[in-house]
Each structure stands twice: as structure tokens, then as C-alpha cells.
């Protein structure tokens, strides 16, 4: 699309929305609009993606510094929890019909919008806003809970796939037992490349669970499978950088809740953080948004066109 910046996307999706012909097809219309709130809110959404039971909210939690989000045997994400920079912690819900509650933010609150909850409540609620003092998130960054993909409960698991199109970056996690299986590789392949999603940090969770001797080769190991999952040496490659580390999330949330410094260490978490804030350094990170919203912008056009020729 050439050397076009933020103000003549605006332009041209204000021109598509204006056409009589958009007017006229809902979802054209929806996908418009959609876009145009993305580029209003300004934020740059980071979501945790993963088969249930991967320990995506124990990892949040870990990167939080604090057991917040609701973690157990069973999956415990029913609905989408945005994670933005406050200064203060604090929790609003927002409901279906657009009403806002404003509740005290501590892990026994937020059990009440866990999958243990009853449904017909959490049926009602559009998504979680938490608000916390994590300096990752402070340069407009927006980190997103997510219901696992795979979980036994479809209605959560098309949450999550409703979801993805909103993403502008990825954390994949892994569990170091079974690492990438292949409905993990159906689900990237099928649901986050499409989306022109390029910028995916693969972590490896329960990686205290690797034997010892096994853990010189298994991170290698592992990135061979993803290249050759993904194609990756291919001129034609989506997915051309692969990048996957280690770690023990539940370890990290025991040594902040224990003081002790060297279990944080341990658990990876210090290194993680040290990549996600290199991943979206503030100096990358408009050039980022823009790539994401020229992208967002080509889409749409090719559903367009190919609107328009079914119609023909």
C-alpha cells in the first residue's frame, strides 16, 4: 500500500464506510467500524493464546508480580480480561448492554468471573478490564486473558476465536509435558497467521518439569519442529522469526509471594518481561500499529472485492 500513515487509513475507511454499497452489507460494515474503534483506542493488544490448562492466567499472574487472575485444575478463563496500565489496581466489568461496574480488584473478585462461576452470569458480561501498575503495559499496551482454545466448553472457546482478529502481537504458550501438538499447530496455522499476525512469543510453561538431561537439546529441538511446522525456511514464509523461552510460571508466582528473588530467576519470567518490553519498545512501536492497521486495511478490501463478485 506504499508509504500511507495513520491519517489516510482513517481517510480511506472513512470513504469505504461512506459507500452505498458497505451501507448495505452488515459485516462490511462491521469489520469497518471495527477497525476504526481498534485506531481510536489507540491500544496495542497483546494476547495470551493456548490450549486450556497451559497456565495462561498463573503466567499473567506471574508477570503481574501478584495472584490475581483465578488459577486451578480445571479451566478457569471464561471471559476476555484486559490488562491495561493504571496506577492504582483496580477491576471493572463491563456487561453486554454496555453498563460498567467498578469492584475491588483481588483474586477473590475476579473468582467471580472464573469458569467455576455460574454461567448464566458470566453469559451476561462482555469482558474483565483490569487496571494494574506493571510499567510494560504503560506505553498504551493492552495484555489479554483469554478462554483456552480446545476447552470442553465451545461457547468459550469461540470467544477466543472471535477474539484473534483484534491481536496485534501473540504469547503462544506451551506446556514443556507436550509441547506443540497438533491441534496447537492447527490453531496457529488456521486462526493467527491468517490474520497477518507476525510478531508471536512462543513460552515454554512448566519448563521445571523437563528433565535435566534432556534440557540441552529441548529448546533446539523444539524450534526445529516450529520451523518445519510453519514452513519457515520457505522465500514465502508467514512466519519468518521464531522465537520460544522457557518457564516455570507458578514458580515465579511463589517466589514474589515468598520474597524469594532466586525462584523468580528461576522461573524465567525476569528474562520474558526483558523480551516483551524489547518486543514492544515504544520506538517500534507505532511502525508496529501502523503495519497492523495497513494490513487490517487489505483485508478488508479483498472481503470487499470479494463481496462484490459474489454479487456479480
Known amino acids: 500500500m506504499g508509504q500511507i500513515g495513520m ?53 499473567i499472574n506471574a508477570l503481574l508480580g501478584q495472584r490475581i487472575l483465578p488459577t486451578d485444575v480445571l479451566p478457569e478463563t471464561a471471559t476476555i480480561t484486559n490488562i491495561l496500565y493504571a496506577s492504582e489496581p483496580r477491576l471493572q466489568v463491563v456487561y453486554k448492554n454496555k453498563q460498567v461496574e467498578e469492584r475491588p480488584l ?3 473478585e475476579m473468582e467471580r468471573f472464573s469458569a467455576r462461576a455460574d454461567k448464566a452470569y458470566t453469559d451476561t458480561i462482555d469482558y474483565i478490564k483490569v487496571g494494574y501498575p506493571l510499567d510494560l503495559l504503560a506505553p498504551k499496551i493492552c495484555l489479554v486473558d483469554t478462554p483456552g482454545v480446545a476447552d470442553l466448553d465451545e461457547s468459550r472457546t469461540d470467544i477466543t476465536y472471535g477474539y484473534v482478529p483484534t491481536a ?35 513460552v515454554v ?23 518445519t511446522a510453519f514452513h519457515m525456511d520457505d522465500t514465502d514464509a508467514c512466519l519468518k522469526e521464531c522465537n520460544v523461552l522457557p518457564a516455570s510460571a507458578l514458580l515465579a508466582v511463589e517466589g514474589y509471594e515468598q520474597g524469594n528473588q532466586a525462584l523468580i530467576e528461576e522461573s524465567g519470567i525476569p528474562v520474558i518481561l526483558d523480551e516483551l518490553k524489547s518486543m514492544l519498545g515504544t520506538s517500534s512501536l507505532e511502525l508496529k500499529k501502523l503495519a497492523y492497521y495497513k494490513q487490517a486495511l487489505a483485508r478488508l478490501m479483498k472481503q470487499i472485492l470479494h463481496s462484490i463478485e459474489r454479487d456479480m
Open 7 to 59: 491519517n489516510e487509513i482513517r481517510h480511506m475507511l472513512s470513504l469505504l464506510r461512506d459507500l452505498r454499497y458497505s451501507k448495505g452489507h452488515e459485516s462490511i460494515l462491521d469489520e469497518i467500524q471495527s477497525i476504526e474503534r481498534a485506531i481510536e483506542r489507540d491500544f496495542f493488544r497483546v494476547v495470551v493464546l493456548g490450549e486450556f490448562k497451559r497456565g495462561k492466567s498463573t503466567f
Open 106 to 108: 483481588n483474586a477473590a
Open 168 to 202: 496485534n502481537a501473540v504469547i503462544f504458550l506451551l506446556d514443556a509435558n507436550t509441547p506443540l501438538t497438533k491441534t496447537e499447530t492447527e490453531f496457529i496455522e488456521h486462526h493467527i497467521l491468517p490474520q497477518g499476525i507476525r510478531d508471536i512469543l512462543f
Open 205 to 227: 510453561n512448566k519448563y521445571d518439569h523437563v528433565d535435566e538431561e534432556e534440557d540441552e537439546d529441548f529448546l533446539d529441538d523444539l524450534k526445529r519442529r516450529i520451523r
